[in-house]
């Protein structure tokens, strides 16, 4: 590799929502630009989380001179504590960012074993020959920040996930003027956020959801619970100080998002000013005194919400006259499962607010003026989108073409891709091979796909397995064949089909003599011999697992 | 049951999207409106389709005088092929909806074994005590209707799936003015489809599709490939309109597409005017001359567009310059496939449009200014939403509010509960259990909570098969233990693994002489025993199958 080069590979979020995680080397100093994890996609059965493939990195540890943060949602961070033990690299953050990361770490039992360093707007990080200066950017939380990457080439910015919001709930707007400074200064690329670049115009600021909040509150007399997620702590803030407007104490169920408040709170983040009190102590006051917020916005089962919503939960029942806002959009792929808890909520009579209803969530990504803004400002040489599927990849390339960046500097690399920027030319250089690590109960990253594969099978079409004990010399049948089956299609004749089947396998046994066969043959005859006769019943191919033991 | 009473029995449809059933019944006799399925949930793991458990009728055949299919749906008329062979009366249909019904019925060999009864609108069907009058209403298909049934006590609407669509592709406007007519004679209760009462004022004509692909067939130079349902005839007859508008043949790829545009054809409702041609004969013309209509707008893995999107279809291999146009919206719970299919699309080169980008999908279905005029037309005593989520009913219970009918005239009714309605009252008489039926290969119905317990069981944790043969005698262990499993995480020590999982059950076997104890709690002890194991070693919790043989 030249040494006038700088390397961009995506290890995640590219492609892909979530899972955000960049590396950007020379061929002397390498840096990673956060580290998040993505939750399973449908077909990943009994898969738990998904995080980036590191193992790229690990013959370049003496490179790696740390790890940037831009802000603390789980697409950024989550991934930590599991690829810190790997990678023993100091991470920069900014303060909330930080907080959020050290709950995480305290809980894997890793917070002594890693070194965190504060990072903040205006600050200057040097990393190897790589110089990283934060700037503030707008989202739904606060403390986010884009990074400036000063190169040996030039300077990359990141954008981090932004959106233009004038009037955000934390901090100041975004410097556009700082901005148009280091566009004067000269960028060479941009890395930029491009997920909602299918919606026009600009997203609405943050604030239209408190203003929404307040609308409802103001005219409820039962009790109100706010559904949303943990780490949106500009969220979180916009339902206490509506609470505060109206009388109503806040309890907050969930112990995620419990934490994450209580850390935002201890760093100065979320103002609560004494409306947060226990759940216990909010269950005595009249209702219209009384605010819940809550995670299970996306209706995962286990969550709060969920469980409110099937009358399952130890310490909230729903009664008629309580209100549920439900201040999320569903990611999709979740759509059915906030449908059904919605459904359920209004089964135990509780009013129920929702998308599109009313304004009650608003995204913290830029539309498509605010990206062409963000172009505009910083009047980068080449536009790489990040954080987003393919076809928003696509779509931004377009876009980018609107604000002037010609198409063929627009490259789109998915994660693998390796792209190599020179002073004057962006190439797709290699493509290496980095899948996704999948996280299963206590199991980093050894759910293959041949396991994956399996479970698709069992969970399609069950098993059918067939047990024969065979002499050791003689080959003769000793006992069995018993035929055990779970999943499977139920006829009602189900018993005389079980008998059906174990006749199949005699008549496997009584073909061949089995002493002089080889058992690997012998349990291939059975799965075939198996496998007709079951699709013959049924239509359905099972999973057929012969045993052979012998005696 | 006294004689001046009606009661209404949803099979389905309410409180759920889909699978459209509902039973209309005096203590004489019954109709059925409708029989449709819907796809299965996520959860209902190898499950292929979801039809209404009819078994309430069979007591009831001898009153049951018909079924009456408001449209050629497959959430409509789906389930016929499985419930006719139970249900041995006369299927009422228009003209289209039968020919559609017949290419099922012909499918599933049944054709000759059932009566189809033509009705058309301005008909008066006789089923006993009910009159059956049809009245044309405007979908996403032709040849719709609504139901207007005369009973004993007075008048009962059945809206059918509907929208006012001004323009519609085939047919007339509805008539507004025989609807209001209705409404003067009295009308007692109103089954209105709610499933798009979220959305406020009026949904656009099915046209502005046709406009859509107008703008976008006469800017393109490459082959245009237009994905959508397989039964939206009125979306198809917009695509061959334009085509030929363009100088373009039309060709039609996949099986239940080319059968239902052919029976359409047939039929009258599709004006193909010598524009549609084989694909083997649209391969040879340049791409300019070229329109393809598939299905697969859903992202179905088997469809057409998947496989085009994989590079893996025989006939058609996409190239850049083509363009293809998804003309739907995911049903939810599709969206993350869906987007898959649009990404590998574009990752082949090929202009993908799809909504937010353009308009070229727009629902069949009435919002909420259109339920209202319902309303207004009709001046029902009782309103009933159908064909809707809970969370559609609900709130079309507040629409229908805002039209005059005051909430507790608006029951809401799920599947299984009984509306009995008397000249002036309207209540909720009994809940007859009513499930779901499975359909799962060939086997109709039977497929239990159980198994789909077991298979979500198997494709979370998977399965731990272990297989002790012991002395009949003397409880002694002869072969084994085998430790078999399939579908676990797969971690690099897995053959220690296993052997110290046999070591656990040997370890069972030690502690007690097996020939004393019963199988059943022996293999009670390997299970809990092999179980603990697991759980420490992977955490997770595995189906775990002991499989004990004695010889």
Redesign the interface.
């Known amino acids: 590799m030249p040494t006038n080069v700088v390397r961009i590979l995506p290890l995640g979020g590219v492609?892909e929502i979530g899972k955000n995680c960049m590396v950007i080397e020379t061929d002397e100093d390498a840096i990673l630009v956060d580290a998040g994890l993505k939750f399973p996609?449908?077909e990943m059965?009994?898969v738990d989380l998904v995080i980036p493939d590191v193992s790229y990195l690990q013959q370049k540890l003496h490179l790696l001179r740390g790890i940037f943060i831009t802000h603390g949602h789980e697409d950024h961070i989550g991934a930590l504590p599991y690829i810190l033990p790997e990678l023993d690299v100091p991470v920069y953050a900014t303060r909330l960012a930080h907080g959020l990361i050290s709950v995480k770490l305290r809980e894997h039992r890793l917070l002594d074993e890693v070194t965190l360093r504060p990072m903040a707007p205006g600050d200057v990080v040097q990393a190897g020959s790589f110089t990283v200066e934060p700037f503030a950017v707008t989202h739904s939380i606060p403390d986010c920040v884009g990074l400036a990457i000063g190169t040996p080439i030039g300077t990359i910015v990141h954008s981090g996930d932004f959106k233009f919001d004038a009037t955000p709930v934390y901090g100041p707007p975004i410097d556009r003027e700082a901005l148009a400074a280091l566009g004067r200064r000269g960028v060479l690329c941009l890395l930029s956020d491009c997920v909602r670049v299918?919606?026009a115009g600009y997203t609405p600021s943050e604030r239209i959801v408190g203003e929404a909040f307040d609308a409802i509150v103001g005219k409820r007399r039962g009790r109100v619970i706010i559904a949303t997620f943990a780490s949106n702590i500009s969220r979180i803030q916009q339902a206490i100080d509506v609470a505060q407007r109206h009388g109503r104490k806040v309890a907050v169920v969930g112990r995620s998002m419990a934490s994450n408040s209580g850390v935002a709170a201890e760093l100065g983040f979320l103002q609560t000013n004494g409306t947060v009190i226990a759940v216990d102590k909010v269950r005595k006051l009249p209702p219209e005194e009384v605010l819940l917020l809550t995670t299970g916005s996306q209706g995962e089962p286990s969550s709060a919400l969920s469980r409110i919503a099937s009358n399952d939960h130890r310490q909230i029942r729903l009664v008629p006259g309580d209100t549920v806002i439900v201040s999320a959009t569903p990611i999709?792929?979740n759509?059915?499962?906030v449908?059904h808890t919605?459904?359920n909520l209004?089964?135990l009579g509780a009013e129920?607010i929702?998308e599109?209803?009313a304004t009650v969530h608003v995204s913290g990504h830029a539309s498509r003026e605010e990206l062409k803004l963000l172009i505009e400002l910083l009047q980068p040489r080449y536009c790489v989108p990040i954080h987003g599927?393919?076809?928003h990849m696509?779509?931004y390339r377009q876009v980018a073409g609107e604000a002037g960046v010609p198409p063929e500097n627009v490259p789109l690399i998915e994660v693998g891709d390796v792209l190599e920027l020179g002073e004057d030319y962006a190439r797709l250089a290699e493509h290496i091979p980095v899948s996704s690590v999948l996280v299963?109960?206590?199991?980093v990253g050894?759910?293959?796909d041949?396991?994956l594969r399996?479970?698709?099978h069992?969970?399609?079409?069950?098993?059918v397995?067939a047990?024969v004990?065979l002499d050791r010399m003689t080959g003769e049948l000793?006992?069995?064949p018993?035929v055990?089956t779970?999943?499977?299609?139920?006829?009602?004749y189900s018993e005389d089909v079980i008998e059906a089947a174990r006749e199949q396998v005699r008549e496997v046994l009584r073909r061949g003599p089995a002493a002089e066969v080889e058992h690997g043959f012998l349990a291939q005859k059975i799965r075939e011999t198996l496998g007709e006769f079951v699709y013959a019943q049924?239509?359905?191919h099972p999973?057929i697992?012969p045993?052979i033991?012998?005696?």
């Not at 299963?440 to 199991?443: F, L, R």
């Not at 069992?458 to 098993?463: A, E, H, K, V, Y």
């Not at 779970?486 to 009602?492: E, I, Q």
């Open positions: 492609g996609e449908e059965l009994g299918d919606k999709p792929g759509e059915e499962t449908g919605i459904d209004l089964r129920v929702y599109p209803l599927e393919y076809r696509v779509l299963d109960g206590v199991t050894v759910t293959s041949v396991v399996d479970r698709q069992l969970s399609r079409d069950g098993i397995i047990v004990t000793l006992a069995g018993e055990i779970r999943g499977l299609p139920h006829p009602p049924l239509r359905s999973m697992l045993v033991t012998e005696v």
